[in-house]
């Protein structure tokens, strides 16, 4: 089994910039595409996007294209979430997870998850 911890999330201004880190351990993490989702209070489970096993693919929601970038360093078993020009709408507490199905979607099944780390944008 794969075990994902986020961290970074923090309280910020709209407009601000954050960087999130999903670090994994266990067998196989570099081989496996990453999906970011996050919740808002009151609300579902949204996707942001995912990332290929290289890094090669990503993917991007509308709300967040331009805005966010991730990338990963499967040396340090590691993918980032960087987060620009945030708004009051992306406060949310944001998860990382993991397939072992190939392919950067946001539709596929998500096999492994983080606990989450909070995002709080203040307008």
């Known amino acids: 089994q794969v075990q994902l911890v986020e961290s970074g999330g923090g309280l910020v201004q709209a407009g601000d910039s954050l960087r999130l880190s999903c670090t994994a351990s266990?067998?196989?993490?570099?081989?496996?595409?990453v999906g970011w989702f996050r919740q808002a209070p009151g609300k579902g489970r949204d996707c942001v996007g995912a990332i290929s096993w290289s890094g090669g693919t990503t993917y991007y929601v509308d709300s967040v294209k331009g805005r966010f970038t991730m990338s990963r360093d499967n040396a340090k078993n590691t993918v980032y979430l960087q987060m620009d020009s945030l708004r009051s709408e992306d406060t949310a507490v944001y998860y990382c997870?993991?397939?072992?199905?190939?392919?950067?979607?946001?539709?596929?099944?998500?096999?492994?998850w983080g606990q989450g780390t909070q995002v709080a944008v203040s307008s």
């Open positions: 266990g067998r196989g993490f570099s081989n496996y595409p």
């Open positions: 997870a993991a397939k072992r199905t190939n392919g950067a979607t946001c539709t596929a099944k998500y096999d492994y």
